[in-house]
């Protein structure tokens, strides 16, 4: 469910941590923790909390989509999952998607098209239909990922997301006129 700054006073009470200090504390305990585990953990809070546009704001001030391109480099593929889904959840925000490109993120994000995971692939696929853009469209519409995206769009029988994903992908960037 999105949230609003009613709702959310809602929920915390007057005297509640505020969602920026939430976030700050969770970022925080990323970066100081050496568990693995704790960090997919994390990560996959941060993640759920990227789908919301109520968090947009907090999120780029926080550093947060760096984060999970940074994660999306690690060689721990729960890290690289949740990774790429924190960018799929918030690059429909123009902002976020900006910061993703300036980055350096749609190669990262394209790597991950061939991920084992298959919660990897369609965080991609899906990271890509939102990335994908005028200014960045020769960056992402490259022959090998249009291949792909071809390849899963006609897998129906394999997996039916890679499908319906990658089917959108190509209606939206290669077969819209």
């Known amino acids: 469910m999105f949230t609003n700054d009613r709702r959310q006073e809602e929920r915390t009470g007057r005297y509640g941590t505020s969602r920026l200090q939430y976030l700050q504390e969770v970022v925080t305990q990323f970066q100081s923790t050496t568990s693995e585990e704790s960090k997919e953990k994390i990560v996959a809070n941060l993640a759920n909390f990227a789908y919301d546009p109520y968090n947009y704001t907090y999120l780029r ?25 924190g960018i ?16 350096g993120g749609i190669p990262l994000v394209i790597q991950c098209l061939s ?42 029988g394999a997996s039916v997301n890679f499908s319906n994903l990658a089917n959108a992908f190509l209606d939206k960037h290669v077969f819209r006129k």
């Open 88 to 103: 799929c959840n918030c690059c429909p925000d123009p902002a976020n998607a900006a910061i993703v490109t300036k980055s």
């Open 115 to 156: 991920s084992p995971v298959r919660n990897t692939v369609n965080y991609a696929i899906g990271s890509l239909y939102y990335l994908c853009n005028t200014s960045n469209k020769e960056e992402i519409m490259k022959p090998e990922v249009v291949d792909i995206m071809k390849r899963y769009a006609a897998a129906e």
């Open 61 to 85: 001030q926080l550093n947060v989509v760096e984060l999970f391109l940074d994660c999306i480099t690690e060689p721990n593929e729960k890290l690289v999952e949740f990774g790429v889904g």
